[in-house]
């Protein structure tokens, strides 16, 4: 079926806050601080054979929006891959990388 299966090591390379749109579109400003699930640094690995599956503690939201990109490099897609979640708020950077069975 998929010849090439890897698995894929996810690291938060940065944490951002937009305090400007905070305060600007929200009703409550204050009540913001930046994204509280991830830290800098963090590390999560995605399987070989279940690059569907999310990792344990890694959050909903941010793995919809970058488990396409997993999903394919975890069949043969691109080494390296950054991305973000879709936060426009407080949006975290994932840095992607598929690891090779060496």
């Known amino acids: 079926m998929f010849p090439e299966r890897y698995e894929v090591k996810i690291t938060v390379v940065k944490r951002l806050f937009h305090k400007d749109l905070v305060e600007k579109y929200t009703e409550n400003p204050s009540g913001w601080r930046p994204c509280q699930k991830f830290k800098e640094g963090q590390e999560f690995t995605v399987s070989k054979d279940t690059p569907w599956v999310m990792p344990k ?36 950077i994932f840095k992607l990388e598929r690891i090779s069975d060496q």
């Open 57 to 92: 503690g890694f959050c909903g939201w941010a793995w919809a929006d970058i488990q396409k990109i997993v999903w394919g490099m975890a069949r043969g897609g691109p080494r390296l891959f950054v991305t973000c979640c879709t936060d426009g708020y407080r949006p975290v």
